[in-house]
């Protein structure tokens, strides 16, 4: 072998035999099939507490309640298959560790079938792609989305129980959706009579409350700490209350996991995900996406699916988990955060300016490739991820003390009316979508915000720039460009998204602001893999009996390393229909006793 060249061995694998090639590297040669280990996601070698498996219990002697069906987690997928199940006969337990059912699903509003099929969309005239509901089509359109990492007949399946899944949800009781494009909306938001990030909390309860009449035993503050399994079969859980005590459920038919991600968990992210580990400001998008129940089923011996697919939404803080404000839930109604996802001065840490992608830039994005988008904006997904991939991973607001009126000129200048709840400072009782940014609690945030360090405040900006972490010279020659060379002169010569003219407005008047933006976590999709009946499956793509799992507990609807903001969420019916599309194909199967 030549002199200071690495020899490269497979590590620990002492049988394999192995020659040395021209350039000295020691080449080995291809193992036998069988002597191969199985790769896996699961094989990073990082070994973080929080992302190690959670070992089965055995079989309790006596059970403490018997059901046919357990279901853990009760965002759209556990209420649509909480429902299912007791409409299907079957004794069941809906188990959230919330006060409140519905999960992230309950603070969505667009529950967006991209395929469309549905009789709603049909009556609507919507389709996609093509002009009429073409499963075949859809699948090869959204492979293309994902480089073809995703499963097709997966997909192929999804598609089809997309369409059926809202004709199921527009059969049930208190369900009041209209189609909106490929967006089942509730007609409240659809007239505008509520704000639109609230829209599925009437899905949540009319779901909720139906599923109690149909005789589910929903049990809130219960947490889902172990699976239960006898033999190779999970037979059931172990739930604890909020005072820690132990209860053993027995979920005879089945035991379904629809327990959302886990982009709380950095350990998790940082094996599963490294990427949004890596650049992503803050996790979310709820709280109690902390993936316990993805660590149970790796327990048992799933296989992961989906290795770095995640996406993000622009406007976070650069805070992260640190003062228990950094995560999505709390996204629209911060004041601070609403503050900043404004089309202020954005430089990345070498003073170049930022993109920020919102429709009234004229952008260009082409928006056939996001119907579901078509009334609002991408700019919310692909801003996080322009910043998130710049050098340094950020983008920095600049702005001074004359932002409040700039709020104001932004407002009047055609932000798109249908986002302006997220970026015009809202607050937690706002009742309509166009409210101007009058309210004093916003205020109060962003000064908060300040006061812990999360929005710079500086007379100079060589002492911005300082707290920023940011060298002086840039930050002075950046503002100094854009004052002198783009606003002075109306017209921004620097993006290929150029800045409405009213959006230029010199940086001159101390004091000075300034904070890190970059991507929220809105979607881990990583997981349990499953089949298309939504079986956990191991590694050689055996079923483990009882156990299923729906998005976004199971993984790879976005296919491998699918990350940001392509095709929108990105999952063929969007974030939170992709969740109830799960839970009902996950029942189809268990009441087929698949
Ligand atoms: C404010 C907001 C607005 C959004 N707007 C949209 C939108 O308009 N359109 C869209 O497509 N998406 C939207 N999203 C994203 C979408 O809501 C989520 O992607 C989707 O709801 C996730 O569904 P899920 O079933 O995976 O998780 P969830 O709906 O969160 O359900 C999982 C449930 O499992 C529970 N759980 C977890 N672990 C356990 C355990 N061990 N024991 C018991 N219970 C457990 C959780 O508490 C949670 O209630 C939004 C999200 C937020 C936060």
């Not at 649509?80 to 409409?87: F, G, P, R, S, V």
């Not at 622009?314 to 004041?335: A, Q």
């Not at 707290?467 to 010569?493: F, Q, S, Y």
Request: aromatic share 8%; with cysteine; charged share 20%.
């Amino acid at each position: 072998m030549a002199a200071g060249l690495p020899a490269r061995a497979l590590a620990d694998d002492t049988s394999v035999a192995s020659s040395e090639s021209a350039d000295g590297y020691q080449v080995p040669d291809r193992p036998a099939p069988n002597s191969r280990m199985v790769p896996s996601p699961q094989n990073t070698g990082i070994t973080k507490p929080n992302a190690e498996p959670i070992p089965p219990e055995p079989a309790p002697a006596a059970w403490d309640e018997e059901y046919d069906v357990v279901i853990v987690g009760s965002g759209w997928g556990g209420l649509t298959a909480a429902n299912m199940a007791a409409q299907g006969g079957l004794k069941t337990a809906l188990i959230e560790k919330g006060d409140v059912t519905g999960g992230a699903s309950r603070h969505a509003a667009e529950n967006a079938v991209i395929s469309g099929g549905s009789k709603a969309q049909e009556e609507a005239g919507y389709h996609w792609p093509g002009d009429k509901f073409d499963p075949k089509a859809a699948t090869t359109k959204y492979e293309e989305y994902c480089s073809w990492t995703v499963d097709y007949k997966l997909l192929y399946d999804s598609v089809i129980a997309g369409a059926e899944w809202i004709d199921w949800m527009m059969e049930q009781p208190g369900i009041e959706w209209v189609a909106a494009g490929p967006c089942m909306e509730d007609i409240r938001v659809n007239s505008k009579e509520q704000n639109t990030l609230l829209g599925n909390h009437w899905t949540a309860e009319a779901l909720t409350d139906n599923a109690i009449a149909d005789g589910v035993e929903i049990k809130l503050l219960t947490q889902c700490k172990a699976l239960i399994q006898d033999g190779d079969r999970v037979v059931g859980i172990k739930v604890a209350d909020t005072l820690g005590n132990e209860t053993y459920l027995k979920g005879a038919k089945a035991v379904l996991l629809t327990a959302g991600g886990f982009g709380m968990n950095l350990d998790l992210l940082e094996k599963y995900t490294p990427t949004a580990y890596m650049y992503a400001t803050q996790g979310g998008p709820m709280p109690s996406h902390t993936g316990e129940c993805f660590r149970m089923g790796l327990g048992v011996g799933a296989d992961v699916s989906g290795f770095n697919s995640f996406s993000m939404w622009e406007g976070g803080l650069d805070e992260y988990w640190g003062n228990g404000d950094g995560n999505y839930f709390h996204h629209f109604w911060n004041g601070a955060k609403q503050v900043m996802q404004n089309p202020w001065l954005k430089i990345d840490i070498t003073g170049r300016r930022m993109e920020f992608f919102a429709k009234s830039t004229g952008d260009g994005i082409p928006q056939e490739n996001y119907p579901h988008l078509e009334n609002c904006e991408i700019g919310d997904l692909t801003s996080a991820n322009h910043w998130s991939s710049s050098i340094g991973h950020r983008a920095y607001n600049i702005f001074d003390s004359k932002f409040k009126e700039s709020l104001k000129v932004f407002e009047n200048s055609a932000m798109n009316p249908n986002q302006d709840a997220h970026r015009q400072p809202v607050s937690e009782d706002r009742t309509v979508v166009n409210t101007l940014a009058s309210s004093t609690e916003w205020e109060k945030e962003f000064e908060e915000a300040v006061a812990r360090g999360a929005i710079s405040k500086a007379d100079t900006l060589e002492e911005l720039a300082e707290m920023l972490g940011l060298r002086p010279e840039r930050v002075t020659a950046a503002v100094d460009h854009w004052n002198n060379d783009i606003c002075a002169k109306g017209e921004d010569t620097d993006l290929p998204a150029p800045y409405k003219e009213d959006w230029l407005i010199p940086v001159d008047t101390p004091p000075y602001y300034g904070a890190a933006m970059g991507g929220q976590i809105s979607k881990t999709m990583a997981g349990l893999r499953v089949n298309e009946k939504m079986q956990v499956i191991n590694a050689e793509g055996d079923p483990i009996p009882g156990l299923y799992a729906g998005w976004y507990t199971a993984g790879g609807i976005g296919g491998v390393n699918n990350y940001g903001g392509i095709f929108g969420n990105p999952t063929i019916h969007a974030g939170v229909a992709i969740s109830g599309v799960g839970g009902y194909m996950a029942m189809n199967a268990i009441l087929a006793n698949e």
